[in-house]
């Protein structure tokens, strides 16, 4: 039968590239971050919950706040003068065996990932919220409209950007390979709503 269907409210999940190699210094301050690191629930983490802010991490920043920026202006699109800035940012490290647990990142807006080192087939999952499904069906082939899961396939150098409100984790690692990655949160600086509307706010994030 002819029909049509139409996807409504997507998810923005962007993708992007650092576009160069880490440098030494780079390399060296990942290093020395994760020797000492805490441990997580199935992983490790720094110590260090502000790596962005320090000196050998500024051209990074500036790339991630470059892709942050254009995120911002394709998902919101917004006349409010206000944007996204970085809050917290953190280093993560698994080996064979380990794994990181599904989970959302709260008091965040939009978070990333930048992937430093990782086995070549590794990425991360995505997960559907499956606390508004009240019935199951047994899927025959997942789709678009039905996958509990995706899974997006990244390299050294890759950029994620994604809802932090969504629920992701990464699988097991498979391979004799220290698996490194830098995260981090943002919030709202600026602007929000309007001042006719009793709903204007003001957030300027130090």
Do not use: C
């Amino acid at each position: 039968m002819d029909h049509q269907m139409m996807n409504m409210f997507a998810v923005p999940l962007y993708r992007a590239a650092l576009g160069r190699a880490f440098s030494d210094e780079e390399m060296q301050f990942f290093k020395a971050e994760l020797s000492d690191p805490v441990a997580a629930i199935t992983n490790y983490a720094s110590r260090n919950k502000k790596v962005l802010d320090t000196a050998p991490m500024q051209s990074i920043r500036a790339v991630l706040q470059a892709h942050l920026d254009q995120f911002f202006k394709i998902t919101f699109n917004t006349t409010n003068n206000v944007s996204l800035q970085i809050t917290q940012s953190w280093l993560t490290r698994s080996q064979q065996g380990d794994a990181h647990h599904t989970h959302t990142h709260p008091n965040s807006v939009v978070s990333g990932v930048l992937y430093i080192n990782l086995a070549p087939k590794d990425g991360i999952n995505f997960y559907r919220n499956e606390d508004n499904l009240w019935y199951e069906l047994i899927r025959q082939e997942d789709s678009y409209y039905n996958a509990l899961r995706y899974f997006v396939q990244t390299g050294i150098g890759d950029i994620i950007l994604f809802p932090s409100n969504i629920r992701h984790g990464v699988n097991a690692v498979t391979e004799n390979i220290d698996r490194v990655s830098l995260s981090f949160n943002t919030f709202f600086s600026g602007e929000l709503g309007r001042e006719e509307f009793s709903n204007q706010l003001n957030i300027r994030l130090l």
